[in-house]
């Protein structure tokens, strides 16, 4: 076991012990599901209450938590925040009732990579939902998403996770930290926003005092850009931004909007350097006590999700682009101005093969040049 993981257990077994007397509120206490222990069904059984290839029959009532940081609000938007909802709605409603996920939004049961991690490998909830920066510190499976300007386009990148690569990556998050994970979020390409600066080429990013994500990959391309690097919790990012702590971020269209970024920010440059997911995982000791039809029913529910939010996406960008345009001076570089941006940055590529190996750093090249043709 790292480092980081036994500092997370320590943390969510005192977390644990706060769930249970200060999350009240309304809301249900959850015990972890038991091994199911229903009986093999009759071919009578096997026939009724089915769908897709699960028997509801043969689902035990459980009640699971989801500690997630999405607020109400992000719930409602199309892509990523309605296939969280979409996910914890589908599950009760294909099991008749019987399985509930309860959200607890504004991540009520912690919200730091620890917290979140540790919680799930411990104990104190089911599910998480979790951005692919804050997995860095546990697990490489999220690697290939360092690489800045490696997806030309959304496309690419739902190729590449519905491939071979996908699933090494969720093989190795849940070999390195016992979490499975069942649905990727697509969040779409980040984005620069400045306070003053008005970014065409990389020679305009020199100097900027720039909040990426805490992650040395990710750090690392943007100093290779010119940026001074300061890490601002998300959390804090908007009071950051306003103090002038920090005087540019990127993140997806998305999280400018809901976080209103526009209010303390004037300059959107469309780099589209790096793609972003978020997670929905599980425990894999729960997972394994599920039986094998719940798990059927939750990986059904897992693909609708998906592409639910893959089309949210598509559809919603524009609208995005277009709510921000009202608000901030919106730039999409040029072709070439897009390559002095990648010329830069990709300089980093060498030390993330140094990280994973040749092997799987080919193997992630290939694939994509495989998907673009």
Known sequence: MNRSKLIAMTLSAAMLLGTLTACGGGITESK????????????AQSQAATSGSYNVDNIETLTLKVNTSAKASTLELPGYGAGIKYFCDEVEKRS??????????????????????GGCQTGAFEFITLNQGSWGGYTDGFMPFNFP?????????FAFMDGPQ??????KILDDTGIRVLVYYDMGFRHLTTKST???????????????????????????????????AYSELFSALQQGLVEAQENPLSNIVVNKYYE????????????????????????????PDLQALMLEVAEDATEMCRE?????????LDELSAQMNVYEPTDAE?????EKASTTWPTIEEKIGSEWYNEIIDEVNRITG
């Open 264 to 291: 303390v920010q004037d300059y959107l440059t469309l780099t589209g350097h790096t793609y972003t997911l978020t997670t929905m995982a599980v425990s894999e000791d729960v997972w394994q006590s599920f039986s």
């Open 96 to 117: 008749n009732g019987k399985v509930k996920l309860q959200l607890f939004l504004d991540a009520q049961l912690g919200g730091s990579a620890d917290e979140m991690i």
């Open 312 to 320: 949210g996406l598509l559809a919603q960008e524009q609208t995005y």
């Open 198 to 232: 008005d970014v065409h080429t990389a020679d305009d990013m020199k100097g900027l005092k720039l909040r990426t994500q805490n992650d040395p990959y990710q750090i690392a391309a943007m100093e290779a850009l010119g940026c001074s690097v300061t890490p601002v």
């Open 166 to 171: 996908g699933e090494k990556i969720t093989q």
């Open 32 to 43: 972890a599901p038991a091994e199911s222990k229903a009986a093999d069904p009759t071919p």
């Open 149 to 157: 300007f490696l997806f030309p386009d959304e496309e690419a990148a």
């Open 338 to 342: 897009k390559t002095t941006f990648k």
